[in-house]
């Protein structure tokens, strides 16, 4: 599906990957081959969606006044349907495909309807099937599994809910089917949500993320939740590998906080793996894997690619900047700090990318990476302890899970014990320890101890 890529590889710090190579470039192994705008004046974008229907492609668009449907196969999109939504001046849309119908959603005042489109007969026709307000009156994000379709900060009635959850088991007449209320949530409504199998995982603004047993929409549990983290701020949108294993998540926030991977094959239990990001001084908002990578919408920084298959040097591999009005410095300006690539929709068979740009609209984008595989978050050597030597942090990692690190110094004494929950992976400040060399004491989980020698260098 997609050609050999001679990969970009960049230097990591630790579990940072500062990746600034953009501000020189404006792409890197991806390419534009078509695009499109409405040419109105005064039209900005939001979301994007796609979806493929007897071999050829299409691309679903929000503005601030209408839905696009927009024909991607050919190297010059075509608009094949435009519809005005409730309201004509909104800043967020949000689309979901389930079948052959797409459902559409807007947020930012209180008559924007739910509205969803019969797809079956495209590219001749399109139809609006329904367009109600009697689920919502505005709506931030949606998500669909299983004939569900969740509905994230859901306005209706006169009130604001976390989550809201509909059946569309008859695509076109959705009914109300469930309501998780926000002290599941620490009080926080759901900003977005990735739901497999109804397991949902709950991005919960500045309260975290909590992953929710959603099998009874009566009986509602909360499996786990990650409410303290490296790099916290808005918890704003999350996805899942392949294999279920692993989980990406941003923190929306102006001038950046990286993006963050977990290990989630005990989901009771996530485990922190690495952080990483395109530009200190850019955004993240929606992250995606596909093909073992991970494709984020990067505000500043358009589309952005990276490789995580070592999680102690994730790599960025590919971009598209579609905002290049700026130098991805920090905007002097609040208002557009938010300027840039919204959204991005890496799953079209044919292996095109297909991105929004707040300002410019759509892009049609191609790359040449190849497909690396399901990510499983092993590494080599059943230890490893690093950078050794080190100045001040060192990081632990063991194949079978951590119990207990103990360090201790020249003369035995016990100086650092560190107590851990069956974590494959440790970073530890070291920072207060006098120059010198150490022992590490490591317990795994098969209650094996292994011995490390590490040298803290002066600073």
Not at 94 to 119: C, E, P
Not at 267 to 285: G, K, M, V
Not at 422 to 447: F, H, Q, R, V, W
Request: with cysteine.
């Amino acid at each position: 599906m997609k050609k050999n890529l001679a990969r970009l590889v960049l230097p990591a710090l630790f579990f940072l990957c500062v990746c600034n190579v953009q501000a020189q470039n404006d792409s890197l192994n991806m390419s534009k081959i078509g695009g499109w705008s409405d040419n109105t004046f005064g039209t900005y974008y939001n979301d994007i969606w796609g979806f493929e229907k007897d071999g050829r492609e299409y691309a679903i668009m929000g503005s601030n006044h209408s839905t696009y449907f927009i024909d991607v196969t050919d190297d010059t999109p075509v608009l094949v349907g435009a519809f005005p939504g409730s309201s004509n001046d909104v800043v967020w849309r949000d689309y979901k495909v389930n079948g052959d119908y797409a459902y559409g959603v807007a947020d930012g005042n209180d008559t924007n309807s739910l509205q969803i489109f019969d797809l079956s007969g495209v590219p001749d026709t399109i139809i609006k099937v329904y367009d109600s307000l009697q689920f919502t009156n505005s709506c931030h994000n949606i998500f669909i599994d299983n004939d569900r379709l969740y509905m994230g900060i859901n306005k209706r009635d006169g009130g604001s809910y976390a989550l809201d959850i509909l059946s569309i088991s008859d695509p076109e007449k959705p009914t109300f089917a469930g309501n998780v209320p926000s002290t599941f949530f620490g009080g926080s409504a759901i900003h977005d949500i990735y739901v497999r199998n109804d397991t949902a995982f709950c991005s919960g603004e500045y309260t975290g993320l909590y992953i929710m047993d959603l099998i009874s929409l009566n009986a509602p549990k909360l499996i786990t939740s990650i409410t303290t983290y490296a790099d916290q701020g808005y918890n704003h949108s999350s996805w899942l590998s392949d294999n279920g294993k692993t989980m990406v998540m941003a923190d929306e926030v102006p001038n950046g906080l990286a993006l963050k991977l977990f290990d989630i094959s005990d989901i009771t239990s996530p485990i922190y793996l690495t952080q990483f990001e395109s530009n200190d001084a850019a955004t993240p908002h929606n992250p995606f894997f596909e093909d073992g990578y991970i494709f984020v919408s990067y505000y500043h920084d358009g589309v952005q690619v990276f490789d995580p298959t070592d999680v102690r040097d994730v790599k960025q591999v590919a971009y598209y900047d579609t905002y290049p009005d700026n130098n991805n410095s920090p905007d002097p300006y609040p208002d557009r700090e938010y300027e840039g690539c919204w959204g991005v929709y890496p799953f079209l068979p044919s292996g095109k990318i297909i991105a929004s740009d707040i300002t410019y609209g759509l892009f049609v984008l191609e790359s040449n990476l190849s497909p690396l595989g399901v990510m499983d978050n092993k590494f080599k050597g059943d230890v490893e302890v690093y950078p050794n030597p080190t100045a001040s942090k060192v990081v632990v990692r063991t194949e079978s899970r951590i119990k207990n690190i103990s360090i201790y110094n020249s003369v035995g004494q016990r100086v650092i014990d560190n107590e851990l929950k069956n974590a494959y992976i440790s970073e530890m400040d070291l920072s207060e320890l006098p120059a010198g060399n150490y022992k590490l004491m490591i317990l795994t989980g098969e209650n094996t101890v292994e011995q490390r020698t590490i040298q803290v260098g002066n600073r």
